[in-house]
């Protein structure tokens, strides 16, 4: 036995690559891309069911080479359909490339999206007369369709928001503050199962997995690209529940990231100690009709840009709630955003993506209001697209949960 031998330690399902694998070589083929090399870790890890420090060389018409830097051992006990091998670096890496395509011009593929520049400089020196084509949206093209497997742990990391917002309903008083409360929550979501971490594709962007946020708290503006706000701990610190306190009649919004086996649910709900003011709730049922409106659309073959359209179209003829989908600089122009190993993915309900739904997608709606006066409202909700319409990935119930 060695150390990487354990009967109860999960590895992905052999029958979960190779197709996979299949896809990818099909819209390589479609762009007439020799060869991919993958740098990214979460991508890596989609195509070979391990997340060591490595590249993936992906040939079109071959059995694709993991190069390991470290470890090596695990990566062989955990990867399948995939050659194991040590590190090259840049120069073995490159040598690598030319057995399989031999010498001259040619079209390679790189994650150029979130590839170090470095590496791409260094191959372009070593491979001269390369086109270089991004394959990074071809990756995300395919991780976007998930499989049975795959929405199982979608659903896994769904059920986790039960016991976090058992906990916040528990801890939820007067004086306890934002900070506090997504301590307990944090700790109830851990205990069923959390990594710990969450994931994001674009480069530098950062969010903790439980945001709690009470008051203007939530309206105050962020760096980060969602409708949601808050002051922070810092300036330093992002979004995350910071020292504001918990007061009577004041909504508290969770927007929490459930993961399991690295698949993520984004949900959120909005808690309220003691009843909030009515223009509360007047916005938070605007919210849900602006989600079931989106749940309509979220069918096979509607393009994505179109669901955006048609409710947000509605929203503003309707009259919007103060703060609707962020307030002032936080105001975001999407829906709804995938969801799946990391936090953005396809598809996008938003302007200018006219790919159409498919079924098996995963996708996060988040209609939500912050009034600095009020505090916020609304909610988030995940959903699995299938051939029938929306499902989503956890039932639990939608109005403003009041405890007393």
């Not at 179209?313 to 989908?325: I, L, S, V």
Request: with cysteine.
């Amino acid at each position: 036995m060695t150390i990487v031998d354990r009967a109860d330690f999960p590895l992905v399902p052999e029958t979960e690559i190779p197709p996979r694998h299949e896809a990818f070589r099909r819209l390589l083929g479609e762009s007439d891309v020799a060869l991919a090399v993958v740098t990214h870790p979460v991508d890596v890890f989609y195509l070979t069911g391990s997340m060591p420090d490595g590249w993936l060389l992906f040939p079109r018409d071959a059995k694709p080479t993991l190069l390991v830097r470290k470890s090596l051992e695990r990566a062989r006990r955990e990867t399948s359909h995939t050659t194991v091998d040590p590190f090259r670096g840049a120069r073995g890496l490159a040598a690598l490339i030319r057995e399989h395509v031999g010498a001259g011009e040619m079209r390679l593929g790189l994650d150029l999206d979130v590839c170090p520049a470095a590496l791409h400089l260094k191959l372009a020196e070593l491979l001269p007369g390369t086109a270089w084509i991004d394959t990074g949206s071809l990756i995300r093209r395919v991780r976007a369709v998930k499989s049975a497997w795959e929405i199982e742990q979608h659903k896994q990391a769904a059920r986790q928001h039960v016991a976090t917002f058992a906990a916040i309903r528990e801890h939820l008083a007067e004086g306890v503050t934002e900070l506090e409360l997504s301590t307990a929550a944090e700790a109830a979501m851990r205990r069923e199962g959390h990594q710990g971490l969450v994931r994001f594709r674009r480069p530098g962007m950062e969010l903790w997995f439980c945001i709690v946020g009470t008051g203007p708290g939530a309206a105050y503006p962020t760096a980060f690209d969602g409708p949601m706000g808050s002051d922070g701990l810092h300036p330093a610190s992002g979004l995350v529940a910071g020292h504001r306190p918990i007061r009577r009649h004041v909504p508290v919004m969770a927007d929490i990231l459930g993961n399991h086996y690295g698949y993520h649910a984004d949900i959120a709900r909005t808690f309220c100690l003691g009843e909030p003011p009515d223009a509360v709730h007047r916005a938070h049922d605007f919210c849900r009709e602006a989600l079931r409106r989106v749940e309509k659309l979220l069918v096979p073959g509607t393009p994505w840009s179109d669901v955006y359209v048609a409710v947000d179209d509605w929203a503003r003829q309707t009259g919007e709630p103060e703060g609707f989908m962020g307030y002032g600089e936080n105001r975001v122009k999407f829906f709804g955003h995938g969801v799946g190993l990391e936090v953005d993915e396809f598809p996008v309900l938003a302007k200018g993506f006219r790919q159409p739904l498919e079924a098996g997608m995963v996708v996060a709606v988040e209609p939500k209001a912050y009034s600095p006066d009020l505090g916020p409202a609304g909610l988030e909700m995940s959903y699995v697209i299938t051939d029938q319409g929306p499902v989503p990935l956890l039932d639990y119930p939608e109005e403003i949960i009041v405890v007393d």
